[in-house]
């Protein structure tokens, strides 16, 4: 029965302010009154599966906050030439405390970040996240809080109004939040501060199960505690109800008897609820999160209810399922893959691509991931194109920007601090949320058919490959084919020995022995192509610290010298923007190869030395 009364209540403030900030997040202004106190709300809302749900970012702020706000956007948009330039400014309040406004680049555009801190002995410290939003709203929130100056400068009425009220309302638990709830595909996370509980599904021999675990923080990390509680879809509905009727305050103690003839006993006491198995005291969850911990369980309930095939459920309607998961505003599964995922590169264990309808899913072969929209796609293929192109050119590139949306920036590079050829594909969700995916350089074009396959897939026009792209590709040596398989054939002379040779990207060094009339005398020959070049044994080694020094010299930008080694001239030459060695011995054009490889070669002559 519904039932009505009559309350005082304070006169409404004036209506919630919205910012439209980018298609998944939003700023609201919710001016409030707490006591005799007028404050101002300042915080990021962001798309969740149930809709758009607070976020910790947030400014709270009275009459002076709210001045120093408007003061320090003010000057912050004059030192950054409207929010287009890095730019940090700190407002002094007084009182220990003090305003900090910065602008500071994402992508193509720049963001801007306001928060306060305290000052705490000898140090200052951040008095909550702040809010982080685009540069380009600086101007519309400076311009919105000017219109609650007056509202808050007013002092609180003491006239109220009659307003009704219901009572008796059977009320939902909450939607959702970004800061106390993760629903994942396989396990609903409960982490309101400081508590955390996991909703995990367990496939075993009895069916279907939600495994509730409490976690406890051992210094800085969460460690999960050794028992769980197992629960089937039936157990779970009654542990739902059970926990309803001690939020409203009818009871404060349930006692459930589970499928497997075990006890599941809620107890409310002290300010916590305590979940106990068999006696055993499993779950501690404070009594002010009871609310958001039914949120948490009807989370799992509807993740299991979706695992569990129709046999399962047992002593359970069908229909009255459906109204319930309708009730509790259950989050649809998530999507299924379009294709069997594809695996990147030519060995197993590198990573796979799975295509779903609207997003593209990448996992190298760390386990790593990253998540591309569908959206974006084509231009992640034209930049990973530009990339493979430059990568003929130079040995490291990047980070280059590749797409840039509110929401999914992505930045390429080749090569990383610990790996020289790795590629590394970085996705950034917000200023402060990143993911990236590493493959091997050798993989790359591979990664960039893969994707192509994926717009195929989708019905998604591709973008015509670059003209570099195809070049560069061209260029890239062929597979050896496979060795043809032994045959018994007529005994042959013996070959004459094979020299030694040692591979240095397009040059090889090789150890010969040239036949004199007088004397036999060793020679180290170094072939590019057709140029071939020979450098005497006798004082090589004192040539090659020669070399190694020529090399500095055109590094500090010293050119022009040369070094001799019999016959042969060594010198080191600017072709456009890169250096080039040059080993002329005769008449025939010079033999040349890139600067930047000279370490690698003095390095290989030394080892052929040491192996004669």
């Not at 997040?25 to 106190?37: F, L, M």
């Not at 758009?52 to 030192?79: H, K, M, W, Y």
């Not at 989050?331 to 593209?360: D, K, M, N, W």
Request: glycine share 8%; proline share 8%; with cysteine.
């Amino acid at each position: 029965m519904l039932g009505l009364r009559s309350m005082q209540a304070p006169l409404s403030p004036p209506d919630v302010l919205t910012l439209g900030q980018d298609e998944e997040s939003e700023i609201r202004i919710q001016p409030a009154i707490q006591g005799d106190v007028r404050h101002l709300d300042i915080r990021i809302w962001r798309r969740t599966p149930s809709g758009l749900a607070p976020t910790r970012d947030a400014l709270v702020l009275d009459r002076s906050d709210l001045e120093a706000v408007r003061r320090g956007i003010g000057e912050l948009l004059e030192v950054s030439d409207g929010g287009k330039q890095v730019a940090r400014i700190v407002l002094d309040m007084g009182d220990s405390r003090r305003l900090r406004a910065e602008t500071e680049p994402f992508g193509t555009r720049y963001v801007a970040h306001l928060g306060f801190w305290q000052r705490s002995r000898d140090t200052w410290n951040a008095d909550g996240a702040g809010i982080v939003l685009g540069a380009d709203l600086l101007v519309p929130l400076q311009k919105a809080l000017r219109r609650f100056l007056r509202w808050l400068e007013m002092p609180v009425q003491d006239a109220t109004q009659e307003i009704p009220v219901v009572l008796d309302r059977p009320e939902s638990w909450p939607r959702p939040g970004a800061d106390w709830l993760t629903v994942e595909q396989r396990r609903v996370a409960f982490h309101p501060r400081g508590v955390r509980i996991t909703c995990a599904l367990r496939d075993g021999e009895q069916g279907h199960r939600i495994s509730l675990r409490q976690w406890r923080r051992e210094d800085s990390i969460w460690v999960p505690e050794e028992i769980a509680i197992e629960l089937a879809l039936a157990d779970l509905d009654t542990a739902l109800a059970a926990l309803r009727s001690i939020v409203t305050g009818d009871r404060d103690e349930e006692r459930l008897t589970l499928a497997d003839d075990s006890f599941l006993t809620l107890r409310l006491a002290d300010g916590a609820l305590t979940v106990l198995h068999d006696g055993q005291p499993r779950l501690s969850v404070p009594d002010s999160d009871l609310p958001r911990f039914g949120r948490a369980l009807a989370e799992g309930w509807a993740l299991l209810l979706r695992a569990v095939p129709r046999e399962e459920r047992a002593g359970m309607d069908d229909e009255a399922l459906l109204e319930a998961a309708e009730e509790e505003e259950v989050v649809l599964a998530p999507p299924e893959p379009l294709a069997p995922p594809v695996p990147i590169g030519r060995e197993p264990g590198h990573g796979e691509i799975t295509v779903f309808e609207e997003s593209i899913h990448i996992m190298d072969g760390n386990g790593h991931a990253i998540t591309l929209p569908a959206a974006v796609l084509d231009r992640v293929v034209r930049g990973l194109e530009d990339l493979y192109s430059l990568q003929r050119s130079q040995s490291r590139v990047g980070p280059m920007l590749i797409c840039d949306q509110p929401d999914c920036a992505v930045y390429g590079r080749i090569g990383t601090s610990t790996r020289p050829n790795a590629v590394e594909v970085r996705v950034w969700e917000s200023p402060r949320e990143s993911a990236a995916v590493t493959i091997d350089r050798s993989d790359l074009d591979a990664l960039i058919d893969a994707l192509r396959a994926s717009l195929r897939l989708l019905d998604l026009a591709e973008p015509e490959p670059s003209t570099a792209f195809l070049v560069a590709r061209s260029m890239q040596p062929e597979p050896e084919p496979e060795p043809e398989p032994e045959t018994e054939s007529i005994a042959e002379p013996p070959p004459e020995a094979v020299p030694a040779t040692v591979p240095l990207g397009d040059l090889v060094l090789e150890t010969v022995r040239l036949h004199l009339d007088v004397e036999e005398q060793q020679t180290l020959v170094v072939r590019h192509g057709e140029t071939v070049v020979r450098l005497p044994l006798p004082g090589l080694s004192g040539v090659l610290s020669d070399v190694r020094s020529l090399y500095y010299d055109a590094v500090r930008g010293r050119r022009g010298r040369t070094v001799q080694a019999g016959p042969t001239t060594i010198g080191i030459r600017n072709q456009g923007t890169t250096l080039m060695v040059d080993l002329q011995d005769g008449a025939d054009g010079p033999l040349s190869f890139r600067a930047s490889e000279v370490p690698a070669f003095l390095d290989a002559m030394r080892a052929a030395l040491d192996d004669i």
